[in-house]
Structures are given as C-alpha cells and as structure tokens.
C-alpha cells in the first residue's frame, strides 16, 4: 500500500511536470495513473486495516517516505542528504519498534 501512494505521487509529479496546453492526452493520462496508485493503496489500506490495529497501520505508512526517497533518487535523479539519511534512519527505527 506505501509503495501504491509512492507510485502514485511519482505519476503525479510527471504530471506536474508537463505543458497541459501541448500534451493534454499524457498529463491526463498521468493525473489518471497517479489516481489509480493512490485508489489502489487506499484500498490496500483498508484491508490491511481489517486485520490490523489502527495504531499499528497508520504510523507504517510513513514507510511511504522511504520508497519515495529510493524512486526520487533512481527515476527523478534527486539528491539524497545526510538529513534525508538521518529522517528515514528514525522511520526505520520507528517502523521496526511498532512491529
């Protein structure tokens, strides 16, 4: 489900990214698949929550910042900082001491 709403910003981002007036057709089609990622973890979401506490899954999903940092750094190219390292260094620690 956090790798869905990762994917989902990434589409996103591509959107943003574009002239709407030249390519009217490939920014919607991003904005529909960066929906379709969210829609998708959203649903994942739920279910998970069928079966978990809510004080377990909703802090978990902070783990979308870590797959956010690995797909801006492969496919977008970004910089990883040592502040960046520190931040998902503690939503590991975290996410470790919740399971």
């Given amino acids: 489900m956090t790798f869905c709403g990762s994917l989902g910003g990434l589409f996103f981002k591509y959107a943003s990214s574009m002239n709407v007036q030249e390519n009217t057709i490939q920014y919607l089609l991003k904005l529909i698949i960066g929906a379709g ?30 797959w956010t940092l690995f797909i801006s750094y492969f496919l977008l190219k970004e910089n990883i900082t040592w502040k960046k390292v520190v931040g998902l260094s503690f939503i590991t620690f975290g996410s470790f001491i919740l399971v």
């Fill in 37 to 66: 990622f969210y829609g998708t973890g959203a649903i994942l979401n739920i279910y998970v929550l069928k079966y978990l506490p809510y004080t377990i899954v909703y802090p978990l999903t902070s783990i979308t910042y870590i």
